[in-house]
């Protein structure tokens, strides 16, 4: 498989787990811009962008967020495929037209969600089961799809992955080590002691084998990157 160019907008605010996560899980060559600092990418020749998480929500009024949103938002109209993860989800949501909302509750530790579709081998979630294991935390999430943009899974807590055109987004963290998970599941000291230590006793070998099923969709969004890449040169000649 073809190693494409992806655009990596890092909204971390610097945590240094997430660029290794995302480099260790994407067979791709990453560019790498740090989108709470201001940088963003000043065209739009790549292969593919990715957007990562954050402890920001996309409503924030904040200069760097509107920015981000708008150049996915252009990003999009240029078909360059995308690929939104937590707050990167959301951000693809805001950017096509969707809503982003506070949802009261925070979704935190090993989760299981639901496909809402058939597979059929051709979406993000392709070869995944029908209900799967995940890793989740946020405290926001999309209240209203984009128009024209299809449900791919849900939980209680609402959307979990959705697609337009060449727009994914996925709310779960299928990028998350068991050190990264324990390590944010620590920093939310805004809830009770007591949650925090059941989501880290959950933080075991069987549940991040079972989470692992999830991480094949970056395999796919990289499939789907050349596929889109090879139609568009065909195209050209």
Not at 22 to 34: P, S
Not at 69 to 92: I, K, M, T, Y
Not at 193 to 220: H, W
Request: proline share 4%; charged share 25%.
């Amino acid at each position: 498989m073809t190693r494409p160019r992806l655009a990596f907008l890092d909204a971390s605010h610097g945590d240094s787990s997430t660029s290794r996560n995302f480099r260790r899980e994407l067979d791709a060559d990453l560019v790498e811009f740090d989108v709470t600092d201001g940088r963003l990418p000043d065209h739009f020749d790549y292969d593919g962008v990715v957007i990562s998480g954050s402890s920001s929500s996309v409503y924030w009024d904040e200069p760097w967020i509107r920015n981000l949103v708008s150049w996915v938002a252009d990003a999009d109209e240029r078909g360059v495929p995308l690929l939104g993860v937590c707050f990167g989800h959301q951000v693809v949501a805001a950017a096509l037209g969707g809503t982003v909302e506070d949802m009261g509750a925070f979704e935190l530790g090993y989760n299981e969600i639901e496909r809402t579709r058939p597979d059929d081998g051709n979406d993000i979630l392709a070869g995944i089961g029908e209900r799967f294991t995940v890793f989740t935390s946020h405290g926001d999430r999309v209240t209203e799809l984009p128009s024209g943009a299809e449900l791919l899974a849900q939980n209680e807590f609402g959307v979990h992955a959705f697609r337009r055109n060449h727009a994914f987004g996925v709310q779960f963290h299928p990028e998350y080590d068991t050190d990264t998970a324990e390590a944010i599941a620590r920093q939310k000291d805004f809830l009770p002691d007591e949650r925090i230590r059941s989501v880290v006793d959950g933080i075991t070998p069987e549940n991040y084998a079972a989470a692992c099923e999830a991480k094949r969709l970056f395999d796919n969004f990289v499939t789907y990157v050349n596929r889109t890449n090879a139609g568009s040169v065909e195209s050209a000649a």
